[in-house]
């Protein structure tokens, strides 16, 4: 198990920290100076994971959407 420390540094090391920071609304500072915050933001990181990869997904999905509609539309013009 980690100690404090080395739990705040694993989450300071976090790829996707900017995502989770913008998440949360901390910032790596506050995470740093509260282990509390980065106890919590490790043991939901698979869940912050998941949700961004779900957005990045249905970003995809809806730059699709639009593309076939903004083709459909100027094929009427």
Known sequence: ???NDNQVA???NYSDLY???DFYD???GEISDNP???RYIADHHSDIQNLI???VEMGEINRDIC???YYACATRI
């Open 1 to 3: 198990m980690f100690n």
């Open 10 to 12: 694993v989450v300071l």
């Open 19 to 21: 995502e989770i920071c």
């Open 26 to 28: 901390v910032s790596p």
């Open 36 to 38: 509390c915050y980065a």
């Open 53 to 55: 990869s779900g957005y």
């Open 67 to 69: 593309n076939d509609f």
